[in-house]
């Protein structure tokens, strides 16, 4: 059988021995994972012809609208792991607090924590434009067996086992890292099997796309003007084009295969920036790493930065390392 024609089971079954501290354990979950994206899948395909978009009238703790299909996606997540006993916490976008879990005998042997954001840009999602899912996987750091505490899930990005998002696009991908690369398993939904269709991605060293809410930037801080101005200049390979869709996980992943950078800078709208630092930027971080790109808040590796709480907002930019390091410099200068 060709390298393209591996399913997604069989890639994570052959790979978990490469897998350092291999117990099963990540296998069984990367393996639900697998199947609630498949269900998930299935609903945000559907959502254009039921009545299932809409706000489904919840505020969660960033004040934000929920939607339905959030909604959903968070349930469908989180209670797959938690039927299958393989995690002992998870947090979530759309919950308040983290989820400590018990298995049958009350007594939680799990050694794992997991991340996530269940359905990114979901404000794209009654106008039919890709959404995603996000996620992230921790080794615990309490003793096994004692509930999860905060601290589990307070860790700095480079201490994640796993991560990786699922594109719910004109295909649907799951593209995830346990540290070894990154690779991509795209969807055939006539019989529901993810095949490996993107063995090794990586992103182009330089690239000529810059992703932004450009709408925004009067508000932008300085080296963050300067630097889009850069890449409006018409000199050497520039201007670069200019792509946004507004949904995290798609602009990251055309970036990655065509080469590009995504910017979130802080604002005076959003004094720390708007995304999540522990299941937004850090799994996007980890993924950009593992293809040869880069993830920094402009001054400081993003994997780097020791959380503080649950829901924090980090200034983000990722993508060609080139294109980082570029965006970096204009910020540094900035300041001097
Ligand atoms: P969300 O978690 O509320 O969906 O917000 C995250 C999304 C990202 O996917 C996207 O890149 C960004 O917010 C878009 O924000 P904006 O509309 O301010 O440009
Ligand atoms: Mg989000």
Redesign the pocket.
């Known amino acids: 059988m060709s390298k393209q024609n591996k399913t997604l089971g069989e890639f994570i079954i052959e790979n978990q021995t490469a897998f350092k501290y291999t117990t099963g354990e990540l296998t069984r979950l990367l393996n639900s994972i697998r199947l609630a994206a498949k269900v998930v899948n299935h609903e945000v395909n559907k959502a254009g012809l039921v009545d299932i978009i809409g706000n489904a009238g919840d505020v969660n703790i ?1 004040g ?1 609208d929920q939607q339905k299909l959030d909604v959903y996606a968070n349930d469908v997540f989180i209670q797959t792991l938690i039927k299958r006993n393989i995690v002992c916490g998870i947090a979530s ?1 759309e919950e308040d607090d983290f989820v400590s879990i018990n298995s049958q005998d009350s007594k939680n042997q799990n050694k794992y924590v997991v991340l996530i ?1 269940p ?5 794209n999602i009654d106008v039919n434009v890709s959404v ?1 899912t996000i996620f992230s996987v921790y080794r615990r750091i309490t003793p096994v067996g004692s509930p999860v505490t905060i601290d589990d899930f307070l860790q700095e990005g480079h201490q994640q086992v796993a991560a990786g998002y699922i594109v719910y696009g004109t295909s649907t991908m799951l593209v995830y890292t346990t540290g070894a690369g990154v690779n991509g398993f795209t969807l055939n939904p006539a019989i529901g099997t993810f095949y490996l269709s993107h063995p090794d991605m990586s992103f182009p060293l330089d690239g000529n796309i810059y992703s932004c ?1 450009e ?2 930037y009067i508000h932008f801080p300085q080296g963050i003007k300067d630097y889009i101005k850069y890449c409006q200049m018409e000199e050497d390979d520039r201007p670069y084009t200019s792509r ?6 798609s ?1 990251f992943h055309r970036n990655m295969i065509k080469g590009g950078i ?1 910017l ?1 800078p802080k604002s005076s709208k959003n004094p720390k920036g ?3 630092l522990l299941y ?1 930027c850090n799994p996007m971080a980890f993924l950009a790493e593992q293809a040869n790109g880069k993830a920094s808040d402009g001054f400081t590796r993003i994997m780097d930065i020791k959380p503080t709480e649950l829901h924090e907002r980090v200034p983000f930019m990722c993508g060609s390392k080139h294109m980082v390091e570029k965006a970096e410099e204009f910020e540094r200068k900035a300041l001097k």
Do not use: F, W
């Open positions: 960033q934000e976008e954001d359905l990114d840009g979901s404000s995603g809410n709408g925004n946004y869709i507004g949904s995290l996980v602009d995504y979130y708007k995304l999540r937004e």
